[in-house]
């Protein structure tokens, strides 16, 4: 069936430097996208979202990027800092977000100091 | 604190009890939702409602599981004769209409035994 994957179960990059944290989803009717962080013991804690009609969407030290040519999502995170370390999902919604999620299976992102 | 609560945190279980989860959600949320997550990957969708409206269930969601919210406001997740797949990550989630955002509260980790 159509699900929504990462690239990458692993992603370790200097403290201070960029990350990108790459998605792949398969399902063309998908029209909403959200990026979660998710810390050991924790419940997902959301970063930010993006709708299909849009390319680029930033917030704060993060910019997520939609490909719909080739299904593609990714989260930057700009100089990355020790508390970002935590497992990073992506999520889509063919309802808009108003029903249930589909989610990848996260990139654990670390910090090297 | 005004987010998502979910009560107990924890549970142990022996096989075949029956387990009651509870969740409040963000006060002026009418969406909410309920996701099984299990070690090393994304939450899974299991149901959500509109208000008191059950709207959405997922094949996931076997017989064994009901969920009711029947004020519109908190939420119960009841799984009965419970099994040792069950054991998880129960997680909820809340959103309102105007803004779709699903904000996740900490879980309630069920074990069985």
């Known amino acids: 069936g159509e699900s929504v994957g990462l690239h990458l179960p692993t992603l370790s990059v200097q403290e201070g430097d960029n990350s990108i944290i790459n998605c792949a989803y398969s399902n063309s009717a998908s029209d909403y996208f959200i990026w979660y962080k998710q810390e050991s013991g924790k419940g997902p804690q959301f970063i930010i979202d993006i709708r299909s009609n849009m390319d680029k969407r930033q917030g704060q030290r993060v910019t997520v990027l939609l490909n719909k040519t080739v299904k593609h999502l990714s989260l930057q995170i700009a100089a990355t800092q020790p508390g970002d370390s935590a497992v990073y999902f992506c999520a889509e919604s063919p309802g808009g977000g108003a029903d249930g999620l589909t989610f990848g299976k996260g990139t654990h992102l670390i910090i090297q100091p | 604190d005004t987010g998502v609560s979910q009560d107990p945190r924890h549970k142990i279980t022996k096989r075949g009890q029956n387990v009651t989860f509870r969740c409040d959600p963000i006060?002026?949320?009418?969406?909410l939702y309920w996701y099984r997550q299990t070690l090393g990957q994304g939450p899974e969708f299991l149901t959500y409602?509109?208000?008191?409206?059950?709207?959405?269930k997922s094949r996931l969601l076997s017989d064994r599981f009901s969920a009711e919210r029947p004020k519109g406001s908190f939420s119960t997740l009841e799984i009965q004769r419970t099994e040792q797949g069950d054991s998880a990550m129960y997680l909820c989630?809340?959103?309102?209409?105007?803004?779709?955002?699903?904000?996740f509260g900490p879980g309630t980790r069920l074990t069985v035994t």
């Open positions: 989630a809340s959103s309102s209409d105007r803004f779709y955002e699903q904000y």
């Open positions: 409602f509109q208000n008191e409206a059950q709207l959405e």
């Open positions: 006060s002026e949320h009418n969406r």
